[in-house]
């Protein structure tokens, strides 16, 4: 059965205080790994999507990375402003884009 | 600007009533879907569309009906079968090339049942 683990589930930081969320995932046919955000009450934000194991792509303060079994999503000295709720989704064969979801881990980030 | 539009952002329903959440694209993708949202849990598939007029059911599809009539459009209806609607609807779609697009996400309905 595909399975997409998300930790920690909730994470609360520092302003300036580095640290990484985790993805690990137990999928059949992986054909790229999607990172989104979500704030509250809004659709999600697309913000990477990552191809092959030891692929790293980076976005202001983000950065995410990709092994056979976790994806990690760095986050670099943050800002109140990336307090959001960041998901994970492997893309897996299935005759169709079919994306598996992870729930989530709520990033808050004080000043 | 191009993007996906939802509507309405809130609705009420009450227990017995079919309710229909309206879903529009102006990014000329080919695919769209529906999911649905509950606290602490993924995000989970109810309907998806590849093409105009045919549709396929996603891994909650009971209790839900959906339509294909245009490229644009892809309205799901909540039907009373449906036993615990109360959620967060989100659309999306994406382009079908490679089959690994992104998919675009539109703001959500958020559904109580009174």
Do not use: F, I, V
């Given at each position: 059965e595909d399975q997409v683990t998300q930790s920690p589930e909730a994470l609360r930081l520092q302003e300036g205080e580095s640290s990484s969320l985790n993805c690990s995932y137990t999928v059949s046919g992986l054909r790229g790994l999607f990172w989104y955000r979500q704030d509250p009450g809004k659709g999600p934000e697309f913000l990477f999507t990552l191809y092959s194991a030891g692929e790293e792509k980076e976005k202001e303060r983000l950065k995410a990375t990709l092994t056979k079994k976790e994806s990690f999503l760095h986050i670099t000295?943050?800002?109140?402003?990336?307090s959001a709720t960041y998901l994970c989704a492997p893309a897996i064969s299935g005759g169709y884009n079919k994306l598996i979801f992870g729930a989530g881990t709520r990033l808050a980030v004080h000043p | 600007d191009g993007g996906i539009t939802q509507s309405p952002k809130y609705l009420f329903r009450k227990e017995g009533q079919n309710v229909t959440l309206s879903c529009e694209q102006n990014?000329?993708?080919d695919a769209m879907y529906w999911y649905r949202q509950d606290p602490g849990q993924g995000l989970r598939l109810i309907y998806y569309s590849q093409i105009v007029n045919d549709f396929q059911k996603g891994d909650i599809a009971e209790g839900y009906s959906v339509s294909r009539e245009k490229k644009e459009s892809f309205p799901l209806t909540v039907t009373s079968?449906?036993?615990?609607?109360t959620a967060f609807y989100l659309c999306a779609s994406s382009n079908l090339?490679?089959?690994t697009g992104e998919l675009f996400f539109g703001e959500g309905s958020r559904l109580t049942v009174l």
């Open positions: 000295a943050p800002k109140p402003e990336d | 990014l000329n993708h079968a449906q036993k615990n609607p090339a490679g089959n």
